[in-house]
C-alpha cells in the first residue's frame, strides 16, 4: 500500500516500484484528492485492486478518472476510507501522508499487522503513546532519512532480539548509546538571523539548497521545525531521553545522522541527499534495493562540514523538544499550529519568524491551560489527540487573525 501516492513521497515510491517490477506489487494507493487524474493513471499503470481518496467531495470525480484510465479499481473515500485501505491485506504499508491526517492510518496498518514504512513522522508524534501501544517490536521502519540513518548506525542482531519500534533488525544497549546526532541542512536561511528572516517571501522558503519536497514540509525544513519534530520521532523511536539528542547543521546533507557510543566512537551513515535510498528500504526492509540512488564518488574532492545549530534564529528545535517531553498532547498542540501557521504563510498573510511566534504562544496557552487537552501520555485516547489538534488549530488562527 502507498498512502500519499501523489506526494513527493509517494511517486519516489512509485517510480521504485515501477522499477523493480519484480519485487514489488501495489495493491492499494492512497491521496488527498488534488491530483485525482495522477492517482488514476497510478493505479491504472500498476494494476491497484483498491483506491482512497482523502476528500469525499472528490470520490466521484476520481472514479471517472480511474474509468478513463481502464482501471476498476474499487474507490474508497474520507479518512476512514485512507484508513480502511491501510488496515487490508498487504505485507508493507508505505505511509506517506502529510500533516496529522495519517494518524489513523497508521494505527490501522500497525492494529492490521502490517509492517509499516512511516514517513508521516506526524502520525508517530502527535499520536506518540497510542502508536508505541499499537506497535510490534520492529513493526515499524523509519522512512525519515534521519531516522533510517540511526538505524543504520546500531549493530544488526536476529529478528527475535528487536526490542525497539523501528524496523532493520536493529538493537543497542541504551547504557552503550551516549547520543544521537541528527543532522540538519540548516534550510535556505542558514546563517541568517531573526532581524534577517523579517522579509523572507515563501518563494524564499521554497527554495531548498539540498532537497526537493512538498510546499509544507519545505517550509518546515526553513524554520527546522521539521527536525524538531525529528527530534521527537527520535526520542519515540529509538527510546534515548532528550538531553542525549543533538541537532547539527550539515549544510551537505551527505551524513544523514550518527550514533555516538559511549567508547568515543561515532558510526555516521552517508549517501547522496536523496530519498529514493531510505524509500526504497522502507518498501524492500530487511534486503537492500540494488541501484535505489548513485552512491558516493569518494574518488572527487569534496568537503564535510558540521556546525552548530542558531537556538536564537531557529528556535523549534528546542520547543520541540519541550513539548516531547511534556508528552501528552503537548506534541499534536506543536504541530496543529505549525500546520496554520504555515499555510498563513504560504497565503502570504504571515512573515516567516511569526510561525514560530505562534506555535510557541499557542504551546504556551496550552500548558497553562485547565481545560482537559493535556492528558497524559498514560491516558491519552485518540479523542484527546484531535481535541487537542483541534483547539490549537482555533486558537492559531484567531492569532493569525487578530481576533485573540
Known sequence: MVLGSTGSIGTQAVDIVQRNPDRFRVVGLAAGGGRTDLL???????????????????????????????SAATVLAGPEGVAELAGAECDVVLNGITGALGLESTLAALRAGRTLALANKESLIIGGPLVREAAA????????????????????????ELTSLAQGHVHARRDEVRRLVVTAS??????????????????????HPTWSMGPVITVNSATLVNKGLEVIEANLLFDVPFDRIDVVVHPQSVVHSMVEYVDGSTIAKASPPS????????????????????????????????????????????????????????????????????DAFLRGNLAFPAIMDTVSRVVSEHQRSERPLGASSADLTLDDVYAADAWARARARELLTGRA
Open 137 to 160: 517490536p520492529g513493526q515499524i521502519i523509519p522512512v525519515d532519512s534521519e531516522h533510517y540513518a540511526i538505524a543504520q548506525c546500531f549493530p544488526r542482531v536476529p529478528e527475535g
Open 40 to 70: 488514476a493513471k497510478q493505479a491504472a499503470d500498476l494494476g491497484a485492486r483498491m483506491v482512497a481518496v482523502a476528500d469525499p467531495d472528490r470520490a466521484a470525480e476520481l472514479a471517472r478518472a480511474l474509468a478513463e484510465h481502464g
Open 275 to 342: 530519498m529514493m535510498i531510505p524509500i526504497a528500504h522502507g518498501i524492500g526492509s530487511p534486503d537492500r534495493v540494488p541501484d535505489a540512488a548513485p552512491g558516493l564518488d569518494f574518488t572527487r574532492p569534496q568537503e564535510w562540514t558540521f556546525e552548530p545549530l542558531d537556538h536564537a534564529a531557529f528556535p523549534a528545535v528546542r520547543l520541540a523538544a519541550e513539548v516531547g517531553a511534556a508528552g501528552g498532547t503537548a506534541p499534536a498542540v506543536y504541530n496543529a499550529a505549525n500546520e496554520e501557521a504555515v
Open 186 to 207: 540548516g534550510g535556505p536561511f542558514r546563517g541568517r538571523d531573526r532581524h534577517e528572516l523579517e522579509d523572507v517571501t515563501p518563494g524564499d522558503a521554497l527554495d
